[in-house]
């Protein structure tokens, strides 16, 4: 399974367009639906102010900002972290947009070209959920995830709180572990986890009907 980032963002403001920036990114790494202890933090200098409405939510001011690094200075460390990943965001459409805007300032391909895929977890949450409010704190609660410190909206804590939901969401989904595996010869072959294997007694009438088949057919040496 191909390692997962849980991804939010702070910003300035709710367009981009307007010219509004991220002042917070974080990205959480799991592998194999369990977090591992990789992750990337950063608070970024906008070079602008912040909207009261914005500053409200997040807590994050101006001056609090002002000696931390721009986008460009993490930017790398930042695309290097969700290489080859499914990066999973909360409203996806929201953050890539100013991810984008950010990576356009300084020329860069766009984040889809740096990832595997985008999953946009709010639609997902939709699907499974309609009628219902699928807000992260209103998921917290319907998947029994303690938020109990999320007084404020915060990147790194949204990204964690979003991991332990995405994988509530989708625990029916689990399916047999099945790995690629090669013998001596590199011949590729399916290693299937046993232990998650439903066993199923069969009838004696099903076990002699077998051996029939079996003998009819000459197969006892398939």
Request: with cysteine.
């Amino acid at each position: 399974m191909a390692k997962q980032i849980f991804l939010d963002t702070e910003t300035t403001g709710l367009d981009p367009k307007q010219g509004h920036r991220i002042i917070e990114i974080a990205a959480i790494e799991f592998n194999n639906r369990q977090p591992t202890n990789r992750r990337f933090h950063s608070y970024i200098n906008p070079e602008r102010d912040i909207d009261p409405a914005a500053e409200e939510v997040h807590g994050l001011s101006i001056d609090f900002l002002q000696d931390k690094p721009l986008f460009k200075d993490v930017v790398n460390d930042f695309l290097a972290f969700v290489q080859n990943s499914e990066v999973v965001i909360h409203n996806a459409p929201f953050d890539v947009g100013f991810i984008n805007a950010e990576l356009g300032r300084l020329g860069l391909d766009k984040f889809e070209e740096n990832t595997i895929t985008i999953t946009d977890s709010l639609k997902f949450a939709k699907e499974i959920r309609p009628g219902q409010r699928n807000s992260l704190d209103a998921l917290c609660k319907a998947f029994d995830i303690d938020n109990s410190s999320r007084t404020l909206h915060g990147a790194l804590l949204d990204a964690q709180l979003l991991g332990e939901v995405f994988i509530g969401m989708t625990r029916g989904q689990e399916a047999i572990s099945i790995d690629f595996v090669e013998d001596d010869n590199h011949q590729v072959f399916k290693k299937v986890d046993l232990s998650k294997l439903q066993v199923i007694q069969l009838l004696p009438e099903d076990i002699e009907n077998h051996t029939a088949y079996i003998k009819k057919h000459d197969l006892t040496d398939w």
